[in-house]
């Protein structure tokens, strides 16, 4: 589903580099402006050939690992050189890559979770051990806690 309350760009790049993504907040205007853009949700389009020669376009992630609602990218305004409203077709087709791509994360999220689980899991673990291994040693122990000082020819004994 569409949310039309999305500012949604369509920007060619100084590189070359096509890509959408939805408009958080546009560069300031005026003497001390800034020429940064904030977006998010930013996929690069891709322009791919089947066998019959037929064009097809495809999105994929302009910036790894940067596709959640919370992921901001700073974008220097310098390197547009070009910029329109995508039709809606590729709106669509950008908001089911925003819904493929959070998916794709919350998979991510949960195994490196179930991974630092296991990991975590496994310090313990070996941390029982070296406690049993030192609570078994000194149960096992048959030496007192007497140390012994040959300070002088008296038989003295430090407690």
Same mark, same amino acid.
């Given at each position: 589903?569409m %949310? %039309?309350?999305? *500012?949604?760009?369509?920007l060619? @790049?100084i590189?070359?580099?096509e890509?959408?993504c939805?408009v958080? =907040? +546009?560069?300031e205007?005026?003497?001390?402006?800034n020429?940064d853009m904030?977006?998010?949700?930013a #996929?690069?389009m891709? @322009?791919?050939?089947?066998?019959?020669d037929e064009?097809?376009y495809g999105l994929?992630? +302009?910036?790894?690992m940067q *596709?959640? %609602?919370?992921?901001?990218?700073v974008?220097d305004?310098?390197?547009?050189?070009?910029?329109?409203?995508?039709?809606?077709? #590729?709106?669509?087709? #950008?908001? +089911? $890559?925003? =819904?493929?791509?959070?998916k794709i994360?919350?998979?991510?999220?949960?195994?490196y979770?179930?991974?630092?689980?296991?990991?975590?899991l $496994?310090?313990?673990?070996?941390?029982?051990?070296?406690? *049993?291994?030192?609570a078994?040693?000194l149960?096992?122990?048959?030496?007192?806690n007497?140390?012994? #000082?040959p $300070?002088?020819?008296? *038989?003295t004994?430090?407690?």
């Amino acid at each position: 589903m569409m %949310d %039309d309350d999305m *500012d949604v760009i369509q920007l060619k @790049l100084i590189s070359g580099c096509e890509i959408i993504c939805e408009v958080m =907040e +546009w560069p300031e205007s005026g003497p001390q402006s800034n020429d940064d853009m904030i977006i998010r949700h930013a #996929f690069k389009m891709s @322009l791919l050939y089947n066998d019959d020669d037929e064009v097809k376009y495809g999105l994929k992630p +302009w910036m790894t690992m940067q *596709d959640g %609602d919370m992921q901001y990218i700073v974008l220097d305004s310098k390197s547009i050189i070009g910029r329109s409203r995508p039709i809606t077709h #590729f709106r669509q087709e #950008f908001t +089911w $890559a925003i =819904e493929q791509s959070k998916k794709i994360r919350k998979g991510r999220d949960e195994y490196y979770e179930e991974l630092i689980r296991d990991e975590e899991l $496994a310090v313990m673990s070996e941390l029982e051990k070296s406690i *049993d291994n030192i609570a078994n040693s000194l149960k096992d122990s048959s030496s007192s806690n007497i140390l012994s #000082f040959p $300070a002088s020819d008296t *038989d003295t004994k430090i407690h």
